[in-house]
């Protein structure tokens, strides 16, 4: 068999484990249910809050277009809309399920992010066996994190290895977060295409549109796109300022809306607070030392290509990018790795390839340390994963729901007009996307203080006097209260003066209440 052919069933081989590890999560899922009987949520990863948001978007985009937070019973303006979020909304309005909706985008994102960084592997790296070695760290390089992380344990510093970790690894983004993999995949496939441009000088049109898509899907990719293209300018020190203008505008134009939707709308606002977080540095430049070290050695010269220039101004922009934003009070800062691992494990294989001319290690020896900088990490952070899924059914996260509480969410669903939920966090977290109402307490990020919402919430649930309990639900302005299972004290007696009825569902039970007229809320 020739090199070509090796190659050829290398390349399955990489995209097969791709696809495997990038289903980790929602094989488990799945064993779980059938396993266990209970009700799958449809949302595919470790931690159901991000992918309840998605949810509530779809479903709130299919009724009004435009998608508003429902994390919050207080209205807020139908102002926000994605593509990917636009198309699955369209599908729910014609009677597909959100979940399902959601779930078609993971085999888009999982031959999209394969297709976009062989591409880019290609066009960078020209010798068959390196091309494999390169294709098999940028997929799937996590750094050392993941084990620092196994021995620390419960230290004070594990979360911060931990999310270093979970951002720089391609296949975390296929655990329920694929529109930052497909917003990854349009960035990449950006670049190459403006560097196909660049090299021509004449400006085409697909790397402005997936540069704006990027930007539109997840702006953290859109950011990174667009600081990287310039930097490469600077590093080529050419006149092709000329050529860069279309993507650049286009990329812009959906980061302005980002920033026009933070400014104008007090949930987006009130988020980017709750969501922001400080990371030390040195936590992410450890993490990435195994593939950052013979990548330095790429740097010892100049690019020849437009690419070249592109692919050695990603690292330091990403970096740059990280500790600039946090600094400015950004949240999400940590998205800006996701990906990392392609331009460092070009840059790794180059700057091997011009060592090994200068009598440097074996190809044998090569590979044998780049497993060994791969795998371990890997089945690491697989059995993190496991460990993860299996607590969160354990302890009672949306991702997985007993029968008669989904009963209670499709009767809330099916009910006339409008009106918001009073519920616990966890059974909040699945309100929205399930029933297309808002709900007093169920997403840290989306609810307004989200922490003092629950320990109201759990407190009404110890059984508090009438007037107390009472004073409470008026003053949320929700419509119904939904308790999961199992089953808290009766609440019927506490709310007795404003209960119009009471459902029962086995283990959960849902009590209407009487809205007080003089609250205004327009909410579902």
């Not at 009677?95 to 779930?103: I, K, R, S, V």
């Not at 946090?326 to 990906?339: E, I, K, P, R, Y």
């Not at 989306?446 to 629950?454: G, Q």
């Not at 007795?496 to 205004?520: H, I, M, N, W």
Request: with cysteine; glycine share 8%; charged share 15%.
């Amino acid at each position: 068999m020739g090199s070509l052919g090796r190659l050829r069933w290398g390349e399955f081989a990489v995209f097969a484990a791709f696809a495997s590890v990038s289903c980790w999560v929602l094989a488990m899922n799945l064993w779980l249910t059938v396993r266990h009987g209970d009700v799958w949520s449809g949302t595919d990863g470790v931690a159901a809050q991000d992918q309840m948001q998605y949810l509530a978007w779809i479903r709130d985009a299919s009724e009004h277009g435009l998608a508003s937070n429902l994390y919050d019973l207080d209205p807020t303006p139908h102002d926000f809309i994605q593509p990917l979020v636009a198309v699955s909304a369209l599908l729910t309005a014609a009677g597909a399920a959100p979940w399902l909706t959601l779930l078609l985008w993971k085999p888009v994102a999982l031959v999209g992010v394969y297709l976009a960084v062989r591409g880019f592997v290609w066009a960078s790296v020209d010798r068959p066996a390196e091309r494999l070695l390169a294709l098999v760290a940028a997929l799937f390089f996590t750094g050392w994190g993941v084990l620092v992380l196994h021995m620390l344990d419960s230290h004070a510093n594990a979360i911060q290895w931990s999310a270093v970790t979970n951002e720089l690894w391609v296949p975390h983004w296929m655990w329920g977060y694929e529109f930052g993999a497909i917003a990854f995949a349009c960035m990449v496939a950006a670049a190459l295409f403006y560097a196909r441009d660049r090299e021509r000088g004449a400006a085409g049109w697909k790397a402005p549109m997936l540069g704006a898509l990027a930007a539109w899907i997840h702006p953290w990719q859109g950011q990174v796109l667009l600081v990287i293209l310039l930097a490469s300018e600077l590093i080529l020190r050419r006149s092709g300022w000329r050529l860069i203008l279309p993507t650049a505008c286009a990329t812009a134009i959906p980061l302005i809306y980002y920033v026009v939707l933070r400014r104008t709308d007090i949930s987006w606002e009130q988020t980017s607070q709750a969501a922001h977080r400080t990371w030390p540095l040195w936590i992410v430049l450890l993490s990435l030392l195994p593939l950052a070290l013979p990548a330095l050695l790429a740097y010892r010269s100049r690019p020849r290509t437009v690419l070249g220039a592109i692919t050695l101004a990603w690292p330091p922009v990403v970096i740059a990018l990280v500790f600039v934003n946090q600094s400015l009070g950004a949240n999400g800062v940590l998205h800006a790795l996701l990906g990392l691992s392609v331009p460092l494990a070009v840059l790794a294989v180059i700057g091997l390839r011009s060592v090994s001319r200068r009598r440097g290690p074996p190809l044998a020896a090569v590979v044998a340390a780049s497993l060994l900088v791969v795998v371990p990490p890997a089945y690491e952070q697989m059995k993190v994963a496991r460990k993860t899924v299996k607590s969160v059914y354990n302890g009672k996260d949306a991702n997985f729901l007993t029968a008669e509480e989904d009963d209670a969410l499709e009767w809330l669903r099916r009910q006339p007009g409008p009106g918001g939920v009073l519920t616990s966090p966890y059974l909040g977290a699945a309100v929205p996307g399930r029933t297309g109402r808002a709900t007093y307490v169920g997403n840290s990020f989306w609810t307004p203080d989200f922490y003092a919402r629950a320990i109201e919430f759990f407190e009404l649930l110890q059984g508090q006097p009438p007037h107390t309990a009472q004073s409470f639900v008026r003053r949320t302005g929700a419509r119904f209260v939904l308790t999961g299972c199992p089953p808290p004290i009766d609440l019927s007696p506490s709310l007795a003066d404003v209960l119009v009825s009471q459902e029962t569902f086995g283990c959960a039970r849902v009590y209407e209440l009487r809205v007080d007229p003089e609250r205004k809320t327009t909410r579902h």
